[in-house]
């Protein structure tokens, strides 16, 4: 049974930091990319950041570029998603991605 667990999310002023992790069972994870999406309210899920199965390769959404640093760990079947300089904009339910499975999300909330 493939399981995706998110992490880690909060409350926090606007200019701080969270990192989120999910951890992923059910699958041979570093066999497969993984990725976070996010939701904010009244609008559709969207990419936030991608990573390849050795973590060599990552993309981001240009609105999250040199703010955030999406990273896995194989050994540990974790994937994390460093979030600095944060903005009332990136409030959403952040979903973690792979083997064609979601996570149930993690609630982040940038705000003072």
């Known amino acids: 049974q493939v399981q995706l667990v998110e992490s880690g999310g909060d409350l926090v002023q606007p200019g701080g930091s969270l990192r989120l992790s999910c951890a992923a069972s059910g699958f041979t994870f570093d066999d497969y990319p993984m990725a976070w999406y996010r939701q904010a309210p009244g609008k559709e899920r969207e990419l936030v950041a991608r990573i390849n199965w050795r973590g060599t390769w990552t993309d981001y959404q240009e609105s999250v570029k040199g703010r955030f640093t999406i990273s896995r760990d194989n050994d540990k079947n974790r994937l994390y998603l460093q979030m600095n300089s944060l903005k009332p904009e990136d409030t959403a339910v952040y979903y973690c991605?792979?083997?064609?499975?979601w996570g149930q999300g993690t609630q982040v909330t940038v705000s003072s």
């Open positions: 991605n792979g083997f064609d499975s």
